[in-house]
């Protein structure tokens, strides 16, 4: 049986309708569930390097909650996203995964100081937030 056009444009827009009725993850809860996801084994719940994974781990898991103090009070934004997303120059015996592919997705506008708007996986930037917020 042929689909008329106005049916199929109908379909669309009721899926539309059922899309933007659908609950909706925030920003900021997708982040949380990454950080569950990806981090708390090594650097734990409350991001101090103490996960269940840290025991015998050389080195030790950073302790997320000081990144800030130990660059001079200032969050290193890009530095945390590289690690993150798995560029580590210099460190390539680090521990840490490389977790770039899971990133992948809707990218934002990130100006990264330069003024200069760079599309950026938006669980990537939410992810850093989430880090940058723990700093005590």
């Known amino acids: 049986m042929k689909a008329t056009y ?7 827009a009721m899926a539309g309708v059922i899309a933007a ?24 719940a409350t991001g101090r390097g103490d996960g269940p994974a840290a025991a015998g781990m050389v080195p030790r898991p950073v302790d997320l909650t000081r990144v800030a103090a130990k660059n001079g009070g200032t969050f ?8 993150i997303y798995g ?3 210099g460190r390539s015996e680090s521990p840490m ?10 990218t934002v506008p990130y100006d990264a100081g330069d003024g200069i708007p760079t599309p950026t996986p938006a669980r990537l930037v939410a992810l850093m937030e989430y880090v940058e917020a723990m700093q005590r």
């Open 21 to 44: 009725c659908a609950p909706q993850i925030t920003d900021k809860a997708q982040a949380r569930n990454d950080f569950n996801a990806l981090c708390v084994d090594c650097h734990g």
């Open 87 to 89: 560029f580590t120059p």
């Open 6 to 12: 106005g049916a199929i444009l109908s379909g669309m």
């Open 76 to 83: 290193p934004r890009l530095r945390v996203m590289g690690h």
């Open 97 to 106: 995964p490389e977790f770039g592919d899971l990133m992948d997705g809707p």
